[in-house]
């Protein structure tokens, strides 16, 4: 991976994440943007891919028998000199918390929809949390080559529901059975098929214009009056393309495309290379700003993976480098333990295989094997002691008491429960009164997967009761203070995996009323977790 023109190699990198409702084609043009940059070398290969790794553990049935990708994970390409990361966002709206921190290490999103469908839940979601986070869209309508809406009304639904300006950047050519192909009208091009009508992307045609022979000798009449029509409509109607309103989070380009048929694939790339932005500054603690063009290196896990490989109790913490260039043995500061680490071995992921990182620089994401040492929010550095900020954990929605089966393994079950809490998945709550620890979920799904992962991995059997507790919120006081809080409401209060005083609340009633009786304190909804 090698820099072009003397710019400096991040420069070239481009970090990025696909957002989307379920089933609007995220897979499929994961696919299509991994082939086209030669990451893959047939279709098929990312769902192949998935099939081979749930195969290795039990706990991922779940993901095949949801049909939900449970675990995300990061694919590198490169073309045309540009270092495309990237990283898999999990679909299902249970896991918005691991989503969530997937995109604080991300520069740009696609957002795919369903061009019958607009705009759905998932998508919204998720697109409040780039919004949150003033990430650049860019917004792709999939499935052009079935019946859908019309252009149009996408257009002004992505406008509306989203607050956001759109800027079409290409048309589609009739949908459903009249599907031609795509005209970029903005470099005058026609991308169609060969042959018959509705077929994949074949080729790519120059024109001059609307009237150019290419377009009318083919496209029936009708389908030509009303891609006119959008085009003159959209010139007058929408926004401009402006590099600066995409780049604040405010504008949005919009293609329209096939990912089954490779319609809008190279141009969605191509956007990204001209116009996506190459790594952002990090916001870090004590007021400082991680530029990407510093000398020291520094990075944050964003994401921890345990078991990957059940037969070892390794796992892979997966680090986004927000600085400097990061060399293969280099020994980081881990903030967090105020310790130097050795990265002796780590790891490049690409869509068919992982190699080891010998550079890597901002942008890029390295796995760093590990003991568990590594959690999701740590920062390692070369430079000051300083944590990146902004992946908070949430206050979770869910609470359930463990019960477990079998009481010898008490141990196993603790271990198991701190992993799964280090990786982010969970969260842990040990009450100031009983033994039983209480665990904390932001959707539902999650608890099957701690059903699943403790069975399999550490060969303990736990199921949940329910507790009178609805939320959490992470007490921030003096000791005096809480000492008081814990007196008034022993039963309510619980340390945190970290050891940080949280108050469990029943509903917003209580959330109120002792809101009112500690005026001074505050109960956070999120916590920073550094
Ligand atoms: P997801 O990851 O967002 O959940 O969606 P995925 O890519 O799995 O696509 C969902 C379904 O939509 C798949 O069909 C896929 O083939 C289809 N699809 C994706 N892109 C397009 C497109 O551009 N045009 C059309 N017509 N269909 C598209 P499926 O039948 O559910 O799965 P499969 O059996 O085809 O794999």
């Known amino acids: 991976?090698?820099?072009?023109?003397?710019?400096?190699?991040?420069?070239?990198?481009?970090?990025?994440?696909i957002i989307s409702h379920p089933d609007a084609g995220k897979t499929t043009l994961t696919e299509k943007l991994l082939l086209s940059g030669g990451a893959i070398r047939a279709a098929g290969q990312v769902r192949a891919r998935g099939e081979r790794r749930r195969a290795r553990s039990d706990w991922m049935k779940i993901e095949q028998e949801r049909g939900i990708s449970v675990s995300s994970s990061v694919m590198t390409f490169e073309r045309k000199g540009i270092v495309y990361n990237l990283l898999d966002t999990p679909g299902h709206e249970d896991f918005s918390e691991d989503t969530y921190r997937?995109?604080?290490?991300?520069?740009?999103?696609?957002?795919?929809?369903?061009?019958?469908?607009?705009?759905?839940?998932?998508?919204?979601?998720?697109?409040?949390?780039?919004?949150?986070r003033d990430i650049p869209i860019i917004t792709f309508v999939n499935k052009i080559d079935r019946e859908g809406r019309h252009a149009l009304e996408i257009l002004d639904e992505v406008q509306e529901a989203l607050a956001l300006d759109v800027s079409p950047q290409t048309w589609p050519v009739g949908m459903g059975s009249d599907f031609f192909g795509v005209y970029d009208w903005q470099k005058k091009k026609f991308h169609t098929s060969e042959g018959e009508r509705g077929g994949a992307f074949a080729q790519t045609k120059e024109v001059s214009g609307l009237d150019d022979g290419a377009l009318t000798d083919v496209v029936f009449d009708r389908i030509m009056e009303e891609l006119t029509e959008n085009v003159e409509l959209g010139a007058e109607g929408y926004a401009e393309f402006d590099q600066e309103s995409f780049l604040e989070g405010h504008l949005t380009p919009v293609f329209f495309g096939s990912a089954l048929r490779d319609y809008g694939i190279e141009e969605i790339l191509d956007f990204i290379a001209d116009f996506a932005p190459a790594p952002h500054s990090q916001p870090a603690t004590g007021g400082r700003t991680i530029m990407p063009a510093e000398d020291k290196v520094t990075g944050f896990v964003f994401k921890v993976q345990a078991n990957m490989d059940?037969?070892?109790?390794?796992?892979?913490?997966?680090?986004?480098?927000?600085?400097?260039?990061?060399?293969?043995?280099?020994?980081?500061?881990?903030?967090r333990a105020n310790k130097q680490i050795a990265v002796s071995a780590?790891?490049?992921?690409?869509?068919?295989?992982?190699?080891?990182?010998?550079?890597?620089?901002?942008?890029?994401?390295?796995?760093?094997?590990?003991?568990g040492q590594l959690r999701v929010g740590d920062t390692l550095t070369e430079g000051e002691n300083i944590h990146v900020t902004g992946l908070p954990a949430f206050a979770p929605e869910i609470l359930r008491r463990v019960r477990l089966s079998d009481t010898?393994?008490?141990?196993?079950?603790?271990?198991?429960?701190?992993?799964?809490?280090?990786?982010?998945?969970v969260q842990i709550f040990k009450p100031d009164l009983g033994s039983n620890w209480i665990v904390g979920v932001v959707g539902a799904l999650q608890l099957d997967v701690v059903v699943d992962r403790l069975k399999a991995e550490y060969g303990t059997e736990i199921g949940f009761e329910t507790v009178p507790y609805s939320t959490a919120?992470?007490?921030?006081?003096?000791?005096?203070?809480?000492?008081?809080?814990?007196?008034?409401?022993?039963?309510?209060?619980?340390?945190?995996?970290?050891?940080?005083?949280?108050?469990?609340?029943?509903?917003?009633?209580?959330?109120?009323?002792?809101?009112?009786?500690?005026?001074?304190?505050?109960?956070?909804?999120?916590?920073?977790?550094?």
């Open 346 to 371: 780590p790891i490049f992921f690409f869509a068919e295989e992982r190699e080891i990182a010998d550079l890597a620089y901002p942008g890029d994401v390295i796995g760093v094997p590990n003991h």
């Open 473 to 530: 919120r992470w007490i921030e006081t003096d000791g005096q203070t809480l000492q008081k809080i814990i007196e008034g409401h022993r039963m309510s209060v619980a340390n945190d995996r970290d050891d940080k005083p949280v108050f469990l609340f029943k509903n917003a009633w209580e959330i109120g009323h002792v809101t009112e009786k500690f005026p001074d304190v505050t109960f956070r909804e999120t916590r920073e977790i550094v």
């Open 408 to 425: 010898m393994r008490v141990k196993q079950m603790r271990q198991g429960l701190q992993d799964l809490a280090e990786e982010g998945l």
């Open 1 to 17: 991976m090698s820099s072009l023109n003397g710019k400096a190699p991040f420069q070239d990198r481009r970090t990025f994440a």
């Open 102 to 132: 997937t995109l604080t290490a991300v520069d740009a999103a696609i957002m795919v929809i369903d061009a019958a469908k607009g705009i759905e839940t998932q998508t919204r979601k998720l697109f409040e949390v780039c919004r949150l």
């Open 310 to 335: 059940p037969k070892h109790r390794d796992r892979i913490a997966f680090v986004r480098l927000c600085s400097g260039t990061f060399k293969r043995g280099m020994k980081l500061k881990h903030v």
